[in-house]
């Protein structure tokens, strides 16, 4: 991937010297110390470590102009901290760089001018010494939102009953022996480094993927979850890390994908659907959520990242809950509806439902999270 159509050539032959250019990639992954491995195929890896390898593409190409967006979505501080490093070389030696982020404490630590779109217009350009974050906020959104909210909070113990825990789980060669208790309304978050096994063991409660040890009890019973099917009839929902590629179906409309879930509440008959309730359905969800354009027809893969994550955690909301999982829910997204999407997991956890948050942004953990559990290499 990284030196796709740029591949080392034996002799005259034209044929790839292989050796030779997973040495060139190994050589430059360690330059940068990231987790990766030459031989890694790109299908194995979770969706951080599929950036870092975007990532190295794009700097071995030994551009004048690199365009890099969005790409911190995925990746935890220790990574983009790496990356920053990077481009302040990259700036140096006199590379130009356009940086697209809905990150914005990145944008203003890079940049040294700044655009501002909004409805598809240019709003503002900004000098590095006129930026101020509540003016650039209101700029895009067109309201004041202040991201530094919840930043700082006082924590308090959760006296109700532990209804999820989780003992010795393990899966060979991802994550060993995890053991955690989320109590009913608590908001449990899940901070780490890529490669952590936080996703894994996602997947592994939700029923995706298969352990080899552990146990898992809840509401006192003990459950073994053999499948997303069963997961779901129990009273789970699951956002997925990669949206595109798990949450939702592109080509779908948002009725059809926020129906993917649900066709065992809407069903008429055996092997009939009622059309109208899966409209009336999507028209409730579309109005809870907020959704842009409020359009069941419309086709998610044609919307904005915001509202795409809305569809996906929208499609649980008509469900009854009893636990949520919500992994890197706000990965390129805008301020704005990173902060509705907060107050959806405040609302879900007041109103009793677990909500288990992974996320790479450590504000995001510590302004959503009511207890914060921290993995390392599983």
Same mark, same amino acid.
């Given at each position: *991937?990284?030196?796709?159509?740029?591949?080392?050539?034996?002799?005259?032959?034209?044929?790839?010297?292989?050796?030779?250019?997973?040495?060139?990639?190994?050589?430059?992954?360690?330059?940068?110390?990231?987790?990766?491995?030459?031989?890694?195929? #790109?299908?194995?890896?979770?969706?951080?470590?599929?950036?870092?390898?975007?990532?190295?593409?794009?700097?071995?190409?030994?551009?004048?102009?690199?365009?890099?967006?969005?790409?911190?979505?995925?990746?935890?501080?220790?990574?983009?901290?790496?990356?920053?490093?990077?481009?302040?070389?990259?700036?140096?030696?006199?590379?130009?760089?356009?940086?697209?982020?809905?990150?914005? /404490?990145?944008?203003?630590?890079?940049?040294?001018?700044?655009?501002?779109?909004?409805? &598809?217009? *240019?709003?503002?350009?900004?000098?590095?010494?006129?930026?101020?974050?509540? /003016?650039?906020?209101?700029?895009?959104?067109?309201?004041?939102?202040?991201?530094?909210?919840?930043?700082?909070?006082?924590?308090?113990?959760?006296?109700?009953?532990?209804?999820?825990?989780?003992?010795?789980?393990?899966?060979?060669?991802?994550?060993?022996?995890?053991?955690?208790?989320?109590?009913?309304?608590?908001?449990?978050?899940?901070?780490?480094?890529?490669?952590?096994?936080?996703?894994?063991?996602?997947?592994?409660?939700?029923?995706?993927?298969?352990?080899?040890?552990?146990?898992?009890?809840? /509401?006192?019973?003990?459950?073994?979850?053999?499948?997303?099917?069963?997961?779901?009839?129990?009273?789970?929902?699951?956002?997925?890390?990669?949206?595109?590629?798990?949450?939702?179906?592109?080509?779908?409309?948002?009725?059809?994908?926020?129906?993917?879930? *649900?066709?065992?509440?809407?069903?008429?008959?055996?092997?009939?659907?009622?059309?109208?309730?899966?409209?009336?359905?999507?028209?409730?969800?579309?109005?809870?959520?907020?959704?842009?354009?409020?359009?069941?027809?419309?086709?998610?893969?044609?919307?904005?990242?915001?509202?795409?994550?809305?569809?996906?955690?929208?499609?649980?909301?008509?469900? *009854?809950?009893?636990?949520?999982?919500?992994?890197?829910?706000?990965?390129?997204?805008?301020?704005?509806?990173?902060? /509705?999407?907060?107050?959806?997991?405040?609302?879900?956890?007041?109103? &009793?439902?677990?909500?288990?948050? #992974?996320?790479?942004?450590?504000?995001?953990?510590?302004? #959503?999270?009511?207890?914060?559990?921290?993995?390392?290499?599983?």
């Amino acid at each position: *991937n990284i030196y796709l159509g740029r591949e080392p050539k034996r002799g005259r032959t034209g044929l790839i010297h292989y050796k030779k250019m997973n040495q060139m990639a190994q050589e430059f992954i360690d330059k940068y110390e990231f987790p990766l491995k030459a031989t890694d195929m #790109v299908d194995s890896l979770g969706i951080g470590l599929r950036q870092l390898v975007e990532i190295l593409k794009g700097l071995s190409c030994n551009s004048k102009l690199l365009i890099m967006d969005e790409p911190t979505a995925s990746l935890s501080g220790k990574e983009a901290s790496i990356l920053f490093q990077i481009i302040g070389t990259l700036r140096k030696q006199g590379v130009s760089i356009i940086y697209i982020s809905h990150r914005l /404490e990145e944008v203003y630590r890079l940049s040294d001018r700044l655009t501002i779109l909004r409805d &598809g217009k *240019n709003a503002a350009v900004l000098d590095r010494e006129e930026i101020c974050p509540k /003016e650039v906020i209101q700029t895009m959104i067109g309201k004041v939102v202040d991201e530094s909210t919840g930043s700082k909070k006082t924590l308090t113990l959760n006296k109700k009953e532990a209804v999820l825990k989780v003992e010795g789980l393990t899966r060979k060669g991802f994550f060993e022996n995890v053991s955690f208790e989320v109590k009913r309304g608590e908001i449990l978050g899940f901070g780490g480094l890529i490669g952590a096994g936080r996703t894994e063991v996602m997947r592994c409660l939700y029923g995706a993927d298969k352990y080899q040890k552990g146990k898992i009890w809840i /509401e006192g019973k003990e459950y073994v979850p053999t499948s997303p099917k069963k997961s779901i009839a129990f009273g789970f929902g699951f956002v997925p890390e990669d949206r595109r590629g798990q949450g939702f179906i592109p080509l779908l409309s948002i009725n059809r994908n926020t129906a993917l879930t *649900n066709y065992d509440i809407i069903k008429q008959m055996a092997f009939s659907i009622s059309s109208k309730e899966e409209v009336d359905m999507c028209e409730k969800m579309i109005k809870k959520m907020d959704i842009r354009p409020p359009d069941p027809q419309k086709q998610v893969g044609l919307m904005s990242g915001g509202n795409q994550q809305k569809v996906v955690i929208g499609k649980w909301l008509v469900r *009854n809950l009893k636990i949520l999982i919500v992994d890197e829910p706000t990965a390129g997204i805008d301020v704005g509806a990173k902060d /509705e999407i907060y107050h959806i997991l405040e609302e879900l956890a007041k109103k &009793g439902v677990i909500v288990i948050l #992974v996320s790479s942004d450590l504000q995001e953990l510590v302004r #959503v999270s009511h207890r914060i559990l921290v993995m390392r290499k599983g």
